[in-house]
C-alpha cells in the first residue's frame, strides 16, 4: 500500500508526490516496489535490505540520500509468536522523504498516520520526523511488553495446575518475543547513539529535547523487557518442576486407587476358587464376602488419607 501525504507525518494525503512530500509505504507489492524504485530512485540494495525481515537498524549517509533503519515491533500470530520485530526504513532525499516497512505496523499505521497532535500542521523537518519515530517506537515495545505480561501472568496460572507442556511451550514463546525485542530496542538506541553523536545533524533545541525523551523512553523498553526476561528465564525450571510434581501427584492418587480396587479384587479370586472354602454351602456367603471387601477397601481408603497418599 502507498499513501502520499503533503508533509512529514502529515494528515493530507495526495494523489500524486510534491516536493518535500511524504511517502508510506507499507507491505508493497512487486508492481509497487518498481514504482518506488523507478519514480523516487530507491536504490535496490536499499529496498530488499529495508523488506529483509532480519535486516539490523542503521544509519548511512550519502551525498545523495539519508538511510535510517529501525526495528519495530507488531502484532503477528502466523509464526506462532504473538509479537516480532520487523525493520521500517527512512529512505530520505532533498525532494521526498519515503517510509517502507514490509507489514502493517502500530509505529505508522495507515489508518491514521499523523504522528503529531496538531494533525494539520506542516512539518519539514525530516529530523524531527524521525526521532518522532523512535518514541513512538519506543512507547508500543511498552504497551507490548504489558500485554506480554498480563498474557504470562494468566499463562503462570494455568501452569500451576497443569500436567502437560503446552503452557510451557507458551511461556517459551513469550521469553522468544522478549528476547526479540531485547535485540532490537538495543540495536534502536545505538542508532539514535549515532544520530545525537553525528556531525551531519544540526540539532535544534527542541530536536535535542525530543532526542532525550526517545532516548529515555527507549531504554526504559529495554530495561522492562530485560526485567520480565531475567524473570522468565529463572521461572522456566521452577514451573517445569511444578508440571513434573503435579504428574506426580496424579500417578500417586492414580496407583493409591488402583491398591483400593485391588483388595475386593484379591479376596474375590482367594473365595472364586474351585476349592473347598467351607462358605460354599451357606446362601449369605455371597453378601458375608462382599462386607470383607468393603471393610478391608474402606480399611485402606482411611489409612492412605491418614498418611496423605490419597
Known amino acids: 500500500m502507498i499513501k502520499i501525504f503533503k508533509s512529514l507525518g502529515g494528515y493530507f494525503e495526495l494523489p500524486k508526490a510534491v516536493k518535500n512530500s511524504w511517502i508510506n509505504v507499507t507491505n508493497p507489492t512487486p508492481d509497487e516496489i518498481e514504482y518506488i524504485r523507478s519514480e523516487f530512485s530507491v536504490p535496490e540494495d536499499i529496498f530488499n535490505d529495508i523488506l529483509d525481515p532480519d535486516e539490523r537498524p542503521r544509519l548511512e549517509i550519502d551525498d545523495d540520500f539519508q538511510l535510517v533503519i529501525l526495528r519495530v515491533p507488531i502484532a503477528n500470530m502466523n509464526n506462532g509468536l504473538p509479537f516480532q520485530t520487523i525493520p521500517l526504513g527512512i529512505f530520505i532525499t532533498e525532494k521526498q522523504t519515503v517510509t517502507i516497512c514490509g507489514s502493517p505496523n502500530e509505529v505508522l499505521p495507515t489508518e491514521q498516520p499523523s504522528l503529531y497532535r496538531e494533525q494539520y500542521t506542516q512539518v519539514n523537518d525530516v529530523l524531527n520526523f524521525v526521532l518522532k519515530l523512535f518514541l513512538r517506537s519506543a512507547k508500543i515495545y511498552l504497551k507490548y511488553l504489558k500485554q506480554i505480561n498480563q ?66 523512553e527507549n ?26 510434581n503435579n504428574l506426580n501427584v496424579v500417578m500417586k492418587q492414580l496407583a493409591s486407587i488402583s491398591i483400593i480396587l485391588m483388595i475386593p479384587t484379591l479376596i474375590a479370586s482367594l473365595y472364586g476358587m474351585n476349592v473347598p472354602n467351607n462358605l460354599s454351602d451357606y446362601k449369605w456367603s455371597f453378601y458375608l464376602i462382599l462386607l470383607i471387601s468393603l471393610l478391608f477397601s474402606a480399611f485402606g481408603f482411611i489409612l492412605f488419607r491418614k498418611k496423605n497418599w490419597f
Not at 184 to 213: C, G, Q
Not at 219 to 244: F, H, L, N, P, R
Open 219 to 244: 531504554k526504559q523498553a529495554q530495561e522492562t523487557a530485560q526485567i520480565y526476561s531475567d524473570i522468565q528465564a529463572g521461572m522456566m525450571d521452577a514451573y517445569a518442576s511444578v508440571i513434573s
Open 151 to 216: 498474557q504470562t501472568a494468566q499463562i503462570e496460572k494455568e501452569l500451576e495446575l497443569s500436567i502437560k507442556n503446552e503452557e510451557l511451550n507458551q511461556l517459551l514463546k513469550m521469553e522468544k518475543c522478549l528476547v526479540y525485542f531485547i535485540t532490537s530496542i538495543k540495536a534502536n538506541e545505538m542508532v539514535l547513539s549515532k544520530i545525537k553523536n553525528s556531525k551531519h545533524y544540526a540539532i535544534s533545541e527542541m530536536n535535542e529535547d525530543l532526542l532525550e525523551d526517545a532516548i529515555i
